[in-house]
T-cell receptor
């Protein structure tokens, strides 16, 4: 089955800096790669996703890149703000019947002002 | 009008007890899930149902039994609770398998 590795496990940046979180996946059939943000005591919420027919997707300060050959994808947050502090999860899925999103172990991002 | 709602939000119970968590979604989705988030924040799939049919059953002790009376509801019953069952249990739904999932608010289970 699918296995998703996520790095780093913790990341501390200064406000205004950029943050990059990287994930690798094992199943070459995976074609859907979402990113979730989980604030303390809250549910994980989707912030951006990318499908395998696209190499990059951007939404304001957040961007995701995908390299299908290398089987890795990354989340980029620019101009970080204290409210970006949270746990971020990457996930992967083949989208086939009987499958579910498989999550990485999460990255705790701390943005200090 | 919460999209995925689960109850109770907090549950403190003694070892050996039996408890249930209920989940309902009003998004019209076909697929529902239970994920477990342990103290290290790892989100692990437990079960998935598609239109009331069990389609994913990960390596979960058989003390855990999901039930889906209809495609909008997925409940989780846990027998003989153990200390290691303490975690946050998230219900979720998606339009179809392996697609974007929408989480409920979570149920914080503490076994003492």
């Amino acid at each position: 089955g699918e296995n998703v590795e996520q790095h780093p496990s913790t990341l501390s940046v200064q406000e205004g800096d950029s943050a990059v979180i990287k994930c690798t996946y094992s199943d070459s059939a995976s074609n859907y790669f979402p990113w979730y943000k989980q604030e303390l005591g809250k549910r994980p919420q989707l912030i951006i996703d990318i499908r395998s027919n696209v190499g990059e997707k951007k939404d304001q300060r957040i961007a995701v890149t995908l390299n299908k050959t290398a089987k890795h994808f990354s989340l980029h947050i620019t101009e970080t703000q204290p409210e970006d502090s949270a746990v971020y999860f990457c996930a992967a899925s083949t989208g086939q019947a009987g499958t579910a999103l498989i999550f990485g172990k999460g990255t705790t991002l701390s943005v200090s002002s | 009008d919460t999209a995925v709602s689960q109850t109770p939000k907090y549950l403190v119970t003694q070892m050996g007890n039996d408890k249930s968590i209920k989940c309902e979604q009003n998004l019209g989705h076909d697929t529902m899930y239970w994920y477990k988030q342990d103290s290290k924040k790892f989100l692990k799939i437990m079960f998935s149902y598609n239109n009331k049919e069990l389609i994913i059953n990960e390596t979960v002790p058989n003390r855990f039994s999901p039930k889906s009376p209809d495609k909008a509801h997925l409940n989780l019953h846990i027998n003989s609770l153990e200390l290691g069952d303490s975690a946050v249990y998230f219900c979720a739904s998606s339009p179809s398998s392996g697609n974007t999932i929408y989480f409920g608010e979570g149920s914080w289970l503490t076994v003492v």
